[in-house]
């Protein structure tokens, strides 16, 4: 009985560092989608910023606190997250772009194979 419980309890460690590595998988593709679709316009005016697709990046894994489940978050540094959302969702002089909702629908396929490649790996 305690060699199944160890086997039990080393298979969940398994389990485990399979959805971390699937989640570093699926958001590596998305990041590098996100920076591809994001526009490549600038600001350049009295206090220049980065431009978005710069400033794109990944989180390592995090749990959340009410599930329990691991994910990691693709967006933007602090430097360009206030701005992100105008060209996404568009303002008064501009319409949306919605760069962030195209990136999402057009690397789903992938994001899933490149989760089930990674947890293929670690599973082994």
Do not use: C, W
Not at 48 to 76: H, K, Y
Request: no cysteine; proline share 3%; aromatic share 4%.
């Amino acid at each position: 009985m305690r060699e199944l419980i160890s086997n039990l309890s080393k298979k969940e460690d398994d389990i485990k560092q399979a959805a971390k590595a699937g989640n570093l998988a699926g958001g590596k593709v998305v990041m590098e989608a996100l920076q591809g679709n994001v526009p490549k316009s600038g600001y350049s005016g009295a206090n220049p910023q980065t431009r978005l697709s710069d400033a794109v990046t990944m989180s390592g894994n995090r749990t959340d606190s009410g599930t329990g489940e691991s994910f990691v978050a693709v967006g933007f540094n602090k430097s360009a997250n206030f701005r992100s959302h105008i060209p996404e969702f568009g303002s008064i002089s501009q319409s949306p772009q919605g760069y962030m909702t195209k990136t999402a629908q057009e690397t789903e396929k992938e994001v899933a194979k490149a989760m089930e490649d990674a947890i293929k790996k670690v599973l082994r």
